[in-house]
Nanobody, 126 residues
Framework: QVQLVETGGGLVQAGGSLRLSCAASGRSFSSRTMGWFRQVPGKEREFVATITWNGGIRYYADSVKGRFTISRDNAKNTVYLEMNSLKLEDTAIYYC???????????????????WGQGTQVTVSS
């Protein structure tokens, strides 16, 4: 298992930017696919972005493509989510997650991720 802690959430105006960080501790971070998901109360957890073990492959939800960038630094056991041009509908709790696989084929399914952080709130205001 790997333990995950997200930081970097907050309140930002529409059009602004935030960078989320997810620090991992435990075994084999560098060999895992990592993902970011988000959730609004009353709705299902939604896939945002994923990155394979070496950063070679990245996928994004259509709703964030071109605005968000996922990256990782395996030397620091950290994965990032750079969020630009934020919209009101980006408001959610953002969760970092780790898959046990280095290259997760079902990357947009929360059930494929076995470790989760506690989440960090992102609020976009008008």
């Amino acid at each position: 298992q790997v333990q995950l802690v997200e930081t970097g959430g907050g309140l930002v105006q529409a059009g602004g930017s935030l960078r989320l960080s997810c620090a991992a501790s435990g075994r084999s971070f560098s060999s895992r696919t990592m993902g970011w998901f988000r959730q609004v109360p009353g709705k299902e957890r939604e896939f945002v972005a994923t990155i394979t073990w070496n950063g070679g492959i990245r996928y994004y939800a259509d709703s964030v493509k071109g605005r968000f960038t996922i990256s990782r630094d395996n030397a620091k056991n950290t994965v990032y989510l750079e969020m630009n041009s934020l919209k009101l509908e980006d408001t959610a709790i953002y969760y970092c997650a780790a898959s046990p696989r280095s290259d997760e084929p079902f990357y947009n399914s929360p059930t494929r991720y076995t470790s989760w952080g506690q989440g960090t709130q992102v609020t976009v205001s008008s």
